[in-house]
């Protein structure tokens, strides 16, 4: 039965770590220039994106060509899924043609939909809801830097968007401790909470002796109506060298990227020695190459 990747709670945590295990072996395999195109040689995947990217479409590129496959890209500008043909009927031509579909959607729906008539995996990357592949990687990459996951303490600072509601859904799985600072009013989606997630107004208390501090654009793809105000709704949730004097001696730094420097995040901080962010970035390629590999071989 195909396997598809809407949500980091479609995976068990026996799963994460299954992919972390093979993420950590290719990028070994790398680094030691060893070649790993025979697991998806042949294979093809259509990458059918409606938002702008760097970090996803590069990396799912270069990934399934470094595993022997190929990858399609399709970008919709000034148009959506959906909107020429039923969702249903694209999933049915995909699955005729491709191994399998990376979509890249506004709506959280479109992503649900695609699984649910396509019979090939289908692996969100982004919707306005949910991003599990940057939040996969992020925890591999916490996971290479301190050891472990489990009791590591989380502070994510900023807005309760799409990034901070795959935080809710990773930490839950690998029993990380995830702290949440949000302006009053911008908290994550009630959907994704629980009754015993910590949520404050104070980035101040979410930082407190936290491990890693994390942050993301105050205003996301689709937002940029709200630039204005969320700047000034946000301005106390920037990540700067007072605020991480509340954090552990050693706490690391980490932004999913774009950043806007002087914005969310300072240069100071993001140029800093604690700061992993390209340590992240860099990682993208190796989680999806993992996520590739085994959806496309049934081996998740």
Request: charged letters at 25%; hydrophobic letters at 40%; aromatic letters at 6%.
């Amino acid at each position: 039965m195909k396997k598809d990747l809407i949500s980091i709670k479609d995976l068990s945590k026996q799963e994460i770590y299954k992919i972390f295990n093979l993420a950590a072996q290719l990028k070994k395999e790398q680094k030691q220039g060893k070649s790993h195109n025979h697991l998806l040689a042949g294979k093809t995947i259509a990458m059918l994106f409606e938002k702008p990217s760097l970090r996803t479409r590069m990396t799912f590129e270069v990934g399934m060509y470094q595993l022997g496959g190929h990858a399609v890209y399709e970008r919709l500008i000034g148009e959506k899924i959906g909107d020429r043909e039923s969702v249903q009927d694209v999933a049915k031509n995909f699955e005729r043609w491709v191994d399998g579909i990376v979509v890249r959607s506004f709506s959280h729906q479109n992503v649900i939909d695609l699984a649910k008539f396509a019979n090939i995996p289908v692996i969100n990357a982004l919707t306005d809801l949910l991003h599990p592949c940057q939040i996969l990687t992020d925890m591999f990459t916490i996971l290479e830097k301190k050891g472990r996951l489990e009791d590591i303490k989380v502070a994510y600072v900023g807005d309760g968007n799409n990034i901070c509601n795959s935080w809710i859904c990773g930490a839950e799985k690998t029993g990380m401790i995830l702290k949440i600072a949000c302006p009053e009013g911008y908290e994550p989606s009630h959907d994704m909470t629980t009754k015993d997630l910590f949520i404050t107004h104070s980035p101040e208390e979410a930082v407190k002796n936290s491990d890693i501090v994390y942050t993301d654009a105050w205003a996301s793809m689709g937002q940029e109506s709200e630039k204005e105000i969320r700047n000034k709704m946000f301005q106390a949730f920037q990540i700067n060298k007072k605020l991480l004097s509340n954090a552990s001696s050693d706490v690391l730094i980490m932004h999913c990227l774009p950043a806007h420097r002087g914005e969310e995040i300072t240069d100071e901080v993001i140029d800093s020695s604690n700061a992993i962010v390209f340590d992240e970035a860099e990682n993208r390629l190796h989680v999806q190459k993992a996520i590739l590999s085994l959806l496309l071989r049934n081996e998740l």
